[in-house]
């Protein structure tokens, strides 16, 4: 069914960047820099849906998601890597492997039983999430 936003934070306070360091890449012609990232704010998204049951019978049945997805800790180390091609120069982009991601999910299943905060719906998300970054 059609999302429907229903909460956006993007919090108040900046990430802290510190302890830059520069070294040269593994490919030529790169540059790469290293920086440790601390966010501790909060981000937030809230969203309302619909999930079709299409079980015996196509849409035989309709059952309501309300989510609320927010970042509680994000720490990790950023690497930027300048590339410079004969024909544009850009920058790459990364976290190393060993970084810490938080997150805080509520989730609410159905109408007139509802389901709360289900741990399974909490566990597919956020392995879903850390699987992006």
């Not at 934070?9 to 510190?18: K, R, V």
């Not at 849906?49 to 035989?60: A, G, M, V």
Request: with cysteine; glycine share 4%; net charge neutral.
């Amino acid at each position: 069914g059609p999302i429907e936003v229903t909460q956006l934070n993007l919090g108040e306070e900046y990430p802290m960047f510190n302890n830059a360091r520069i070294r040269p890449s593994e490919q030529p012609g790169r540059m790469r820099v290293e920086v440790d990232c601390v966010f501790t704010d909060q981000i937030t998204l809230g969203i309302d849906t619909h999930i079709f049951i299409n079980w015996p019978k196509p849409k035989i049945a309709v059952l309501p998601i309300s989510m609320v997805v927010s970042v509680v800790k994000f720490s990790a180390t950023m690497t930027l890597e300048i590339v410079n091609t004969h024909q544009s120069t850009s920058i790459a982009t990364s976290a190393l492997p060993d970084f810490a991601l938080c997150f805080d999910v509520q989730s609410l299943i159905g109408s007139c039983s509802k389901l709360e905060s289900v741990p399974k719906v909490t566990h597919i998300l956020t392995s879903k999430l850390r699987n992006l970054f």
